[in-house]
T-cell receptor
Framework: NAGVTQTPKFQVLKTGQSMTLQCAQD?????MYWYRQDPGMGLRLIYY???????DKGEVPNGYNVSRLNKREFSLRLESAAPSQTSVYFC???????????????FGEGSWLTVV | RKEVEQDPGPFNVPEGATVAFNCTYS??????FFWYRQDCRKEPKLLMS???SGNEDGRFTAQLNRASQYISLLIRDSKLSDSATYLC???????????FGQGTTLQVKP
């Protein structure tokens, strides 16, 4: 099993450019998440999808959009990148929805994004 | 106030020492609790779940105090390989959200 796969691993963008981070999981998980991690800030939730067809805002959604394309895939789009979006982005998934909250969370290896 | 708070440290301890971390959470509706470990430039990985009755896995012991709304992680006989950042994670059954603390950094010295 590949687990959670996210691409690209590294990307440099110019301010104002757009890009999409791709995430796919092969574990038949219902819930998927996008986090960003900045020094001293920990992991902050951008968007999440409790099940196929639903998405909800997290703590820091501004400047991002998401698409839950199907049960496997959950993409994160930056429409107009800003230097403040320089960060490490992690996609994650778990089998449960809200009522089955005791399940392990699996993370992708991270995407290092720099906006100049 | 953050929903989940941890002392960022760093905690610098010698090999063989016992070290404890606490994590406080603000939402009393929180249902599930975990400790994750994150190595430098790597993704977080599950260390252990935290059960109401407390649980132990080798040198690691996790405890939950619902009345005071905190969880703890105790590491006995620290090894150099324990050096990492330890993340407290709290889930909420009504939203499915996973909320992370900012992490506590542990450095174990020879």
């Amino acid at each position: 099993n590949a687990g959670v796969t996210q691409t690209p691993k590294f990307q440099v963008l110019k301010t104002g450019q757009s890009m999409t981070l791709q995430c796919a999981q092969d574990m038949n998980h219902n819930s998927m998440y996008w986090y960003r991690q900045d020094p001293g800030m920990g992991l902050r939730l951008i968007y999440y999808s409790a099940s196929e067809g639903t998405t909800d805002k997290g703590e820091v959604p501004n400047g991002y959009n998401v698409s839950r394309l199907n049960k496997r895939e959950f993409s994160l789009r930056l429409e107009s990148a800003a230097p403040s979006q320089t960060s490490v982005y992690f996609c994650a998934s778990r089998i449960g929805t809200g009522e089955f909250s005791g399940n392990t969370i699996y993370f992708g290896e991270g995407s290092w994004l720099t906006v100049v | 106030r953050k929903e989940v708070e941890q002392d960022p440290g760093p905690f610098n301890v010698p090999e063989g020492a016992t070290v404890a971390f606490n994590c406080t959470y603000s939402n009393s509706a929180s249902q599930s609790f975990f400790w994750y470990r994150q190595d430098c430039r790597k993704e977080p990985k599950l260390l252990m779940s935290v059960y109401s009755s407390g649980n132990e896995d080798g040198r690691f012991t996790a405890q939950l105090n619902r009345a005071s709304q905190y969880i703890s992680l105790l590491i006995r006989d620290s090894k150099l390989s324990d050096s990492a950042t330890y993340l407290c994670v709290v889930t909420q059954s009504n939203t499915g959200k996973l909320i992370f603390g900012q992490g506590t950094t542990l450095q174990v010295k020879p």
